[in-house]
């Protein structure tokens, strides 16, 4: 990562700890490998600069925040429990003058990125910040963005989101590992933590690592650890380990990972002494592994000590029937968050969501839902109110087509999918049916010859009129 402080591109760091020579310090070491830094003496004075910084420019919000445990007024700990519920994107690295175990996963536990014990060596310092601010999504400027919460992830009623659910009833409990596949945005990590928090493990910790974000040469110690800082194995005894894209990992990494699926058993770099673990692993990827064995750059026989149990999360355009839900429970949370109280999405508006290609899935469409309602001045968006990207990305088979054909057509759709569906839970009965819907039974038998639904197979021996 080559920075240049001159600039104002480079990343933000917030420091908070008590004692001024330890903060003047650490703060001329990251000036001079380019970050721009600001420092706090607290807890307290922490969160306000974080807020301050949020509400006047997001574009340029703190990279990664940098707090002693030990502090007066809000100790690290509780700053470290508000930064979590107010700004869950900002990264935090803790600093412990104590050095245990058992201060690290706590603070691993409640979403701390990693931690240093004072006193800590300058090249230990800047390889852990610059790791951080690499995890943090960017080496230029940290964007805050509502985090997609587990609910959001299981919103819908498609069949792909309720096997996802299935799966995770049926399999959370074991210790057997899972490995989760599927595309960015999709909720692979919104898994994992679901594996973790119905599991008899959900009173341990739940470590990540992204291993795509880690350096070659420092992927072993952050694994295993050092001579005196555990590794992320020990982290997460008696816990959850998920290794995010593991399909990143170095292929010289592979064969000791797998040798400590099947043993039990790390050791520390540089150490002698083996130390036995206890840790379900859940690992994910964005990657097509079969491919990567192909070419030699995946273990086969990891690749299947992983596989014990395979989750893969649909993209968003394969479950377009769960957009019109997901909308509506991000609509609550960007109210909440932004201070506006729209009510909803117009059907028009769905319908023109539902004709996007979602690359950024629905990560993506939380963001488009937070941006159309923190610019529209209505209570009901239409789609005149989205982002512009939307309208102008609809695939048109037929270049005659206008945007209001290509609405009419998608809403027609959305129509029939809802008419569908509440035909099925009402095991056809027309009657409760248009209850359900909320329209006369005639409108709804008019609707249903309109969507020629009466020939339907799928429908015909179970609608009864």
Known sequence: MTLNPDTN????????????????????????????????????????????????????????????????????????????????????????????????????????VDFLTKPYERDEIIMVVKK???????????????????????????????????LIAKVARSPSTVLITGESGTGKELVAHALHHESQRKDGPFVRVNCAAIPKDMIEAEFFGGPSKPGRFELANEGTLFLDEIGDLPFAMQGKLLR????????RVGGVNTIKIDVR????????????????????????????????????????????????TFITKCNHKLDRHVTEFLPEAIALLKTYRWPGNVRELENVVERTILFSDNA????????????ASVDMENHDSSMKDIIRRATCSIERDLIIKALNETRGNVTQAALRLKISRKSLQMKMKEHALREDDSLADSVAV
């Not at 999504?137 to 659910?165: M, N, P, Q, Y």
């Not at 000590?305 to 394969?318: A, G, Q, S, T």
């Not at 009901?380 to 309208?391: N, T």
């Open 281 to 328: 692993l859940v690992a994910s990827t964005s990657h097509n592994l079969t491919e990567a064995i192909k070419r030699g750059e995946f273990r086969e026989d990891l690749y299947y000590r992983l596989k014990v149990v395979p989750i893969h999360l649909p993209p968003l355009r394969e479950r377009l029937e769960d957009v019109a839900a997901l909308v509506q």
């Open 260 to 267: 400590v699926l099947e043993d039990g058993l790390v050791e």
């Open 9 to 112: 591109t480079a990343p933000r760091i917030l420091v908070a700890d008590d004692e001024m020579s330890l903060r003047t310090v650490l703060a001329a070491i990251l000036r001079r490998e380019g970050f721009r830094v600001s420092s706090v003496k607290n807890g307290k004075e922490a969160l306000d600069v974080l807020h301050n910084s949020f509400a006047h420019d997001q574009d340029d919000f703190f990279a990664l925040l940098i707090a002693d445990i030990a502090m007066p007024e809000m100790d690290g700990m509780e700053l470290l429990e508000n930064v979590g519920k107010k700004f869950p994107n900002l990264p935090v690295v803790m600093l412990t003058a104590h050095g245990t175990v058992d201060h690290a996963v706590t603070a691993l536990k409640q979403g701390a």
């Open 380 to 391: 009901q968006v239409s789609p005149a109110d989205l982002p512009p990207e939307i309208a």
């Open 132 to 166: 951080a601010v690499m995890q943090s999504g960017s080496s230029s400027k940290a964007h805050h963005s509502i985090a997609t919460s587990l609910e959001s992830l299981f919103v819908g009623d498609s069949h792909a989101v309720k096997h996802v659910r299935e």
